[in-house]
Nanobody, 119 residues
């Protein structure tokens, strides 16, 4: 059983920063992690990819995140981070952590953490 627990969301002013964390627990073999990433869903919109990092460390960002967000991971802690800088009101959304795992490419999701960018 895999669980993902996110933290770090909150209210921030435009131009501010937040750091999201996602800790994975359960029966996880690091070498079976295909990727971990962050998605977000704003009210009335579909869930969209923000960034992901593969098991080999390759990163990929949505155009909206490039230059402002940085994804990183701590393998020893099975934790992935999303450093978000220069936040904009349009970044307001629920942010979800994702783990893609194993030969079956199974997806696991966290419960989501709210990020609100407003003055």
């Amino acid at each position: 059983q895999v669980q993902l627990v996110e933290s770090g969301g909150g209210l921030v002013q435009p131009g501010g920063s937040l750091r999201l964390s996602c800790a994975a627990s359960g029966s996880i073999f690091r070498t079976s992690v295909n990727a971990m990433g962050w998605y977000r869903q704003a009210p009335g919109k579909q869930r969209e990819l923000v960034a992901f990092i593969t098991g080999s460390g390759t990163t990929n960002y949505a155009d909206s995140a490039k230059g402002r967000f940085t994804i990183s991971r701590d393998n020893a802690k099975n934790t992935v981070y999303l450093q978000m800088n220069s936040l904009k009101p349009e970044d307001t959304a629920v942010y979800y952590c994702n783990l893609n795992y194993g030969h079956g490419w199974d997806d696991y999701w966290g419960q989501g953490t709210q990020v609100t960018v407003s003055s």
